[in-house]
C-alpha cells in the first residue's frame, strides 16, 4: 500500500530565498510530498484552503500579510498543522504572539540544509503533540550552568515526545527566546541537537543483543518505525538493519 503524499506550503517575499528554500525540500521530500511556495501571507492564506498543508515554513517579516499573521489565522481553524517560522534575531520581538500559534520550532536565517530537514520531517511526523514528562525531572538543579541544565533535562526526557514548547516553559522563556538562546549554546537548533543524542543513544540500543529495531526506536523517542529508520538513515547513512549487522561483523 502506498504511503499518501503530504504537503507542505513555504513563504518567503525574497524571491532567491524562496527559490533556494524550495529546492532543499524538493531536494529531501520531493518524492513523498507536494511542495507550495508562496510570497506573502495572503498568498499563505489563499493556497492553505486549496492544498490544505500538514506544515508551513513561514518567513515571519512579509508585506501585505505577514507570516505570523497568516498562521493566526489558520490556526484558528486548525490545530494539526504544524508551522515553522523562518526568522532572524531582530524577530524575536514576535514571541508572544508566536507562542500562541504553537509554532514546532524557529529556523535562523540563513538556514542550514540539516536543520531544516529535521524540523521539517518532525512537522510530517507531527511531532508537536505535547506530554506530561515529569520523569527525571527531579534530576535538574535550579543552580548551575543553563547549557548544563538543558542538555540535563533532555538527557532525562528525550525519550518522551520533546517539544521546544515543553523545553521553553520548563525553563521559564519565550518559545522563539529559548530557541535563540538554544542555538547560541550548543551550535545548533534544539530540534538537530534532540535529534542527534537520539541516534547516539539508538546506536547503544542495536547493540544490545536481542534488542528489535523497532523496540531500539520506542526506547528513544521513535514511535514509528518507519520514521525511526528515516531518520537514522539521514544521520548515519545505513537503516537501523545495516547499522546493527556492520557492529556485528565487526564483534
Known amino acids: 500500500m502506498m504511503e499518501e503524499r503530504k504537503t507542505i506550503l513555504i513563504a518567503d517575499d525574497e524571491v532567491l530565498e524562496r527559490r533556494v528554500l524550495l529546492k532543499k525540500l524538493e531536494r529531501n521530500f520531493g518524492d513523498v510530498c507536494d511542495i507550495y511556495s508562496a510570497a506573502n501571507g495572503q498568498e499563505v492564506l489563499d493556497l492553505y484552503e486549496k492544498v490544505h498543508p500538514q506544515v508551513l515554513v513561514l518567513d515571519i517579516q512579509m508585506p501585505i500579510m505577514t507570516g505570523l499573521e497568516a498562521a493566526e489565522e489558520i490556526r484558528k481553524k486548525d490545530t494539526e498543522c504544524e508551522i515553522l517560522f523562518l526568522t532572524a534575531f531582530e524577530d524575536f520581538s514576535y514571541a508572544r504572539r ?148 556492520s557492529r556485528q561483523d565487526a564483534q
Not at 180 to 201: E, M, N, P, V, W
Not at 214 to 225: F, H, I, K, L, Q
Request: include cysteine; proline fraction near 3%.
Open 98 to 245: 508566536a507562542v500562541r500559534v504553537r509554532a514546532l520550532d524557529y529556523l535562523l536565517k540563513p538556514c542550514q540544509e540539516d536543520e531544516l530537514v529535521a524540523a521539517v520531517e518532525a512537522g510530517l511526523a507531527g511531532k508537536t503533540e505535547s506530554k506530561a514528562k515529569e520523569e527525571g525531572a527531579e534530576m535538574l538543579s535550579s543552580t548551575g550552568a543553563l547549557p548544563e541544565r538543558m542538555a540535563t533535562y533532555i538527557e532525562a526526557n528525550y525519550m518522551h515526545d520533546l517539544s521546544v514548547q515543553d523545553m521553553a516553559t520548563h525553563f521559564g522563556y519565550a518559545d522563539a527566546y529559548f530557541c535563540k538562546i538554544f542555538k547560541q549554546a550548543f551550535g545548533k537548533s534544539f530540534i538537530t541537537y534532540l535529534t542527534d543524542y537520539r541516534i547516539r543513544r539508538a546506536k547503544e540500543y542495536l547493540s544490545m543483543p536481542g534488542k528489535t529495531i523497532s523496540a531500539a526506536g520506542r526506547a528513544v523517542g521513535y514511535d514509528d518505525p518507519n520514521y525511526f529508520a528515516k531518520v537514522f538513515k539521514r544521520a548515519t547513512g545505513s537503516t537501523p538493519s545495516e547499522y546493527r549487522t
